[in-house]
Each structure stands twice: as C-alpha cells, then as structure tokens.
C-alpha cells in the first residue's frame, strides 16, 4: 500500500501488478510536468513528461494523467517489474519560469518478485 | 550519444579544500544546469546557464562558484564549504532553456570533512 508521513511516501506492489504514483502541485501556472525515475546511485532518468494542454499521454508501460482543476499528477506503470523499483519524482515548470524545474518530494516504489 | 558525464563520482574535501566538479555533454544541448541532492530529497536547482551565459543562480553561496568554458563543458569550482554541503551535486542538460527536458549525469557524491 502507500503511506505519506515525515519520510518518503512509499509504495509496494508485486510483480505484475500495475502501479500508481501520485503527486499533488500546488502553482496553478505550471505548463509543462515530467517524471523521473531515481535508482540508487545515479541520477534521474526522464520517463514521460506531459504539457498543460493535455490530460493523458502514454509511453511504454507509462502513462501519465494530469487533472489541473485539483491540481494532480499521476504516473501509471503497467505490469510493474522488479527493474521498476526506484524514486520516482515529479517535477513542474511554473510558467513562465524557463529553466527552472522544481521537483515533488519524491515516492519509493518497491516491487517484490 | 544521450549521456552527461560528471566527473569525479565522489569526492571528499576539507573546508580549507579547493575541488572543482566537471560536466560534459555531447549533445548540443545549450543549456546546463547544476542541482544538488541531499539523501532522500529532491533535486534543488542552484544554477542555470543558456548558451555559455549564467542566466539563473538560485541565491547559491558564492563558496559555490559556476563557469562554462563551452557549449558541452560545465564546471563547479567549490571553496571554503562547509559539512552541510555535503550533497550528490547533479549536473544536467538541455536542448535550451525553454524545452526542460532534463538529461541528468550520475552525480558526484560530495563529503565536506
């Protein structure tokens, strides 16, 4: 399941299962929104991003939905893989700030085999 | 060639040291960025530069002190830190500053003794 508190949320799942990532924004500006994928020792690697002007977009096993009206992101993972265990961050550009993404707090995603 | 290489992958300093990080891509991206990361957090922006010019500095301290000698080169020259520097510094790229679509390096854990 996933928990929020003074740590890193945390998801866990199971092989084959799908996964669901959640992030909330709170600058009603931000136009442009992406998900990184953080494994231990390495920087983040793009996944999906997604503009303002859409809802959904979709990757391979990813896709990503954006609500702006409550101001919600999700990252979608089909048949979640052992490889798929990492932080996954979400990060927004407000606006007319070119250049500057500002990242979410970030969520563990373990997948037990 | 997709990849932004840091250079060293660690690195420990006392707080009298002087060390300089190294970022390069071969991308053509013209904008590169420097983010710092402490343990289970997100990524921070410090410093954005657009075409070889500093365009955004996040109030950084000025013992952090950036320079692009080039399009694919971006360096990190640190002086007089303190332990709470201690952080993975994450160097990315690219395509401009407007499109932020980030390629990240792996980082270079840094220790301040």
């Known amino acids: 399941g996933e928990s929020v508190g003074l740590h890193l949320p945390t998801l866990s799942v199971q092989e084959g299962d799908n996964s669901i990532i959640n992030c909330a924004y709170s600058n009603s500006a931000s136009d442009y929104f992406i998900w990184y994928k953080q494994e231990s020792g390495k920087g983040p690697q793009f996944i999906i991003d997604?503009?303002?002007?859409?809802d959904k977009r979709q990757g391979q096993r990813v896709t990503v939905l954006l609500n702006k009206t409550v101001k919600h992101l999700s990252l979608q993972i089909a048949a979640t893989q052992p490889g798929d265990s990492a932080v996954y961050f979400c990060a927004e550009r407000g606006g007319t700030s070119y250049g500057k993404l500002t990242f979410g707090q970030g969520t563990i995603l373990t997948v037990h085999p | 060639d997709t990849e932004v290489t840091q250079t060293p992958k660690h690195l420990v300093m006392g707080m009298t040291n002087k060390k300089s990080l190294k970022c390069e891509q071969h991308?053509?991206?013209?904008?590169m960025y420097w983010y710092k990361q402490k343990a289970k957090k997100p990524p921070e922006l410090m410093f954005v530069y657009s075409y070889e010019k500093l365009s955004i500095n996040e109030s950084v301290p000025s013992r952090f002190s950036p320079e692009c000698p080039n399009s694919s080169l971006l360096n990190l020259h640190l002086h007089a830190l303190q332990p709470e520097d201690s952080a993975l510094y994450l160097c990315?790229?690219?395509?401009?500053?407007?499109?932020?679509?980030?390629?990240f390096g792996s980082g270079t854990q840094l220790s301040v003794l």
């Open positions: 997604i503009r303002s002007n859409m």
């Open positions: 990315a790229s690219s395509h401009d500053r407007g499109r932020e679509k980030l390629f």
């Open positions: 991308m053509g991206h013209r904008a």
